[in-house]
Every structure is written in C-alpha cells, then in structure tokens.
C-alpha cells in the first residue's frame, strides 16, 4: 500500500511522464543487481550449481536461478512507477504478473530438478491462457499490421479461431526463442535489455507512457542481472528467467506501440534461427524439445568466435534493427506530415512511413544468410588448412626431467 501510494504521488509531478520511465529503470537496475548477488549467494550456500556439462558452454559451476533475481526486480519497480492507462490495459498486466509468477515458480523447478518436455509445455500454455483471458479481457492479436499495404489493406483482421491460438503460438513461442538464445554468458540479458530500451522508446514516441515504463524497468532489470551474467558468468538465468523474459515481450509487444513487426525486427535473427533449427529437428524425425548445439550462437562458438564476440554480434544486430524500429516509430508518430508514396512496382506502392519497417524486415533473412556464408567460409578454411604434426613421443631423458620437476610445465 505505501509503494503504491507513493507511485501515484510521483505520477502527480509535471515532469512525471519522463521522470518515470526512466526511474523505473534505475530502480530495477539497482534492484536487479542486488538480487542477483542475493540468489547467487542462496544457491551457492545450498549448492544449487549449474556444472559445466555436455551442451552448455560455461566452464565454471554457477548457481542459474537469476530468473527470479529479474522478476522480483521487475515487479518492485513496476509496483512503484507502473499505473495503467485503462482498465484492458490493467486486466492484461495483472495477467501477465500471475503468469509470470507461475512460470518462474514452475521453471525454477525445472532449474533445479528438471521437468518434462510436456510439463514445461503445459505451464507455458497456462501462462498465456492468463495473459490471454485474465478477468474474461486479455490481449488476444485479433489484427495483423501489414506494412505493405496501405489504408484499409494496412490492417489484416483474424477471425477468433484464429486469433486465439496465433496469440498461444506468439506467446509460447517468444517464451521459447529467449530460451533457445540463453546459450552464452550475457547473451540473452544483453538482447533483451536492448529490445526493451528499443519498445520503451517506441512506446514512449506513440503515447503510451505506461507501456513505456514497464519496457524501461524490464530493461533495468535485465540489466542488472547482466552485471552478474556477463562473461564469466557468475549467475545465469535459467528457465527461470529466458521464460519470462519471452513472456514479458511477446506481452508489451501486444499491449504497446511495438507491435509484432517491432518484435519481428528485434529478434529477427533469434526467431529465424528457432524457426529453422525446428524445421531441421523435425525433417530428422526429432521432437523439437531437443536439446543440442545447432543454433546460431553454438555454430559461431565452434567457428573459432569467443563468448564475448558471439555476445557483442548480437548486441549489434538487435540495436541496428532497434534504431530502424525508432526511425519508423517516429514516422508514424509524424504520419500526417508524411504523405509521399514509394512506388516500388506498378502494382506494389509503399507509403514512407512504412518503408523502415518494410526494409527492416526484407534485411533480416539477408542478414542471416550472411552469417550463415560467413561461418561456412570458416569452415571450409579451417578444412583446407594443414593439419599440424602431433610432437614427438617423449623419450626416457624427458620422463625422467618430467618425473623429477626438472621439466618445463605448459601453461594452462
């Protein structure tokens, strides 16, 4: 009661609109360092390590309960600076803190203990019933924005039937894209937390401050997480914490001004590459739970790129398309001053305030493909390169210098 008595009190200040998103922020930021060194703690007194085993790539035992460090960061900064716009709005976020809740409780099991592929299912398909029907009024995606088209051909509306389980898949599947990224130390924190700042930003120019506060202190709280998180890692995130974070964005993507295309240019890569390693588990005869090392970030690992490097890629790819997400933003937000129309081909014309998005989206298999000729290029180099000799068996005079420390050591 206080922390939300004092929230309303600085949502009252003039300069509140601004100050508020931005001090979300920091408070999660403070916060979700703070309980990131406090789980950390907790799960090395009780010995609740991750090893260093088959798949992951982390060398050293760290505790992966950061997941509830990122939420219980994100849901006190959002009980002092977040105050919905509308009663649809307030109904969709309570669902999204039940759902929330429920995921990080039942995957911090799954953290600890391991759950079956199809509990982890169930508990994803709970969790978007409740952001789906919380109150009987949720956010169910009932219109797809087309950027190509133009007027009424803007706007493709979904029957019900077909709305309700798109917006499942788009919630699950969110849920498990950030899982899938969760391979190397700071990768998954670092892309969210710059996808956040990007829908804060994109929220903030259409007018929905709220929707911008929850982006910044989902942001924050990623953030300080990512000080723990950040190559060694001395904490990951879990289940725990890749769940929620896809839950928490595939849901402000729905309520706010960064629709799905903002979310599609965003992790465009991360999406491409889910959608493809399904694709290839599923030609196999494989399920899709599988585990093993085909995504993108495992296959730069092997080319020779360092965590760091695989990290900062990311990180450059998400921001590049983040700031086309802002350019488009701003163009629609300045639609009536814009009216000029891009004739493409005779029958295809798009309208200016469309074109970042439409570029931004045409890029991203482009890119992809990039990459993926850049690590085949690897490939064949390291191939085509010679093999080195293996050195010489030591002999009995090196045995003895070895046996008697008189031999040099290698360095580890």
Known sequence: MLARALGERIAEWPWAPWLTPLAGFALALLAGWVLSVAVARVCRHYGLLDKPRGRHGHEIAAPRLGGVAIFLAFALAAALFYHPNSLYEAHIVAG??????LTVTIMAVDDIRGLPPGVRLLAQTVAALLVMFPAAQGMIIEIIHNPLGQGANAIIPLPLWVAIPFTWFWIVGMMNTINWVDGVD???????????VVMAAVSWMLGQTSVAALCAILAGASAGFLLLNWRPGRLFMGDSGAMFLGLALATLAGIGGAKLATMMLLLGVPILDAARVIIRRVGRGESPARADRSHLHYRLLASGFSARQVALLFYAVTAAFGAVTILAAYLQAHAWQWSAVLRITPWLRLAVTEAPTALGLALIPTLT??????????RARHAAAPTQPLPPAPGPRDRELSASGSGSHPRA
């Open 96 to 101: 999204l803190f039940a759902a929330s809740a």
């Open 186 to 196: 700071g990768l998954a924190g670092g892309v969210v937390a710059i996808a956040s």
């Open 369 to 378: 493909a990039a990459i993926w000729l850049l690590l085949a290029r690897r």
